[in-house]
């Protein structure tokens, strides 16, 4: 059985346990501002992550490189990874605590960026807080998951496989490893006749590894109860009120949210760019490198357009 090739963990940005008052704890990375005298810089953007996943396996591929003109800030959403714990689930909890994360961290206005999940709760971020959310990158998106066939499809057999499940946040990690583990053999310890193949294959092994931990950190209960908040919603009727700088970054090889589907999404929206990548819905991980082509210029354009 072939493998699936993950992008290439190298150095994720440590982070921390960030309380929110009244609301929980969840774990955040944030690369902090951005240096004075640095050109170009940009509106803080607030990434945030698709289902089962945790905010670290979204976008570590590219925190590094979206770092480098504007803040970043990641965080677990609730019954995610080391998220808010708590006795309920919902997308519109999700928005709330991006908000409130901003409070804690004293930044005023944001980009929020998501996918796949993540731009759900985008979405609800800027119907909510619209004096919060200064634009919108919306990945691998939609406006609701049950309006095509392949979608309905897709989501009832996710359901049906976490269906006997009890829904829940599960507990909380034990100091989950956050960072891929290094690679502890030096020159010496190796023969200096190992082939690069070896020490990809390797390194590929780590990677893997690390990308799973951070997959398995979300029990399968809250991800049902997931998926079943994800069927509920539906923005088809408000989406167009949304009054921010957008950008849509359309995954053209998507099985599970139509292409057709993410391309509407962006007419809904006045002033939306589109920028289109060939590959599938786990891009963000699995075809990094194509998925970042799209990522980098749709948040330029949304923090250009951005007001202060």
């Known amino acids: 059985m072939k493998l699936a090739t993950v992008a290439p963990v ?18 955040v990375i944030d690369t902090g501002p951005v240096p004075a005298g640095v050109r170009g810089q940009r509106p ?5 992550h698709a289902l089962a996943c945790t905010g670290a396996l979204t ?31 919902t997308l519109e909890d999700c928005a709330d605590d991006a908000t409130a994360l901003a409070d804690v961290l004293g930044i005023d206005r944001f980009v929020v960026v998501g996918y796949s999940m993540g731009s759900l709760v985008a979405q609800l971020t800027a119907r909510a807080h619209p004096d ?17 066939a392949r979608e309905r499809i897709a989501l009832d057999a996710l359901n049906a496989s976490m269906g006997a499940l009890k829904p ?65 919603f539906d923005s088809s009727s408000w989406i167009a009120d949304l009054d921010v700088p957008t950008s849509v970054v359309v995954t053209t090889k998507d099985l599970i949210i139509p292409p057709r589907r993410q391309r509407w ?10 920028y289109e ?20 210029p749709a948040c330029a354009s949304v923090s250009s357009r951005a007001l202060p």
């Not at 770092?67 to 714990?85: E, N, P, S, T, Y």
């Not at 919060?132 to 095509?148: P, Q």
């Not at 999404?265 to 589109?274: D, E, F, K, P, Y």
């Open 265 to 274: 999404m962006a007419r809904q929206i006045a002033g939306a760019s589109t």
């Open 132 to 148: 919060r959310v200064a634009g919108m990158v919306l990945c691998a998106g939609t406006t609701s998951f049950r309006r095509g």
């Open 10 to 27: 190298g150095s994720v940005p440590p982070g921390s346990m960030v309380e929110l008052p009244g609301r929980g704890s969840t774990y």
């Open 277 to 296: 990548v060939a590959s599938g819905h786990a891009s963000c991980v699995l075809e990094a490198d194509t998925f970042i082509s799209g990522l980098l």
């Open 44 to 48: 803080t953007l607030l990434l945030l």
């Open 168 to 232: 829940g946040a599960g507990p909380m990690p034990a100091d989950a490893e956050t960072r891929p583990a290094r690679d502890r053999t030096g020159p010496d310890a190796r023969s200096r006749t190992e082939s690069d193949a070896r020490s990809r294959a390797e390194s590929d092994a780590r990677s893997r590894a690390w990308a799973l931990g951070q997959f398995r950190s979300t029990a399968p209960g809250a991800v049902g109860r997931a998926v079943a908040e994800i069927g509920k």
């Open 59 to 89: 976008w570590y591929p590219a925190i590094e490189q979206l770092a480098a003109k504007a803040r970043v800030v990641v965080l677990d959403q609730r019954w995610h990874g080391r998220g808010i714990r708590s006795d309920r689930f």
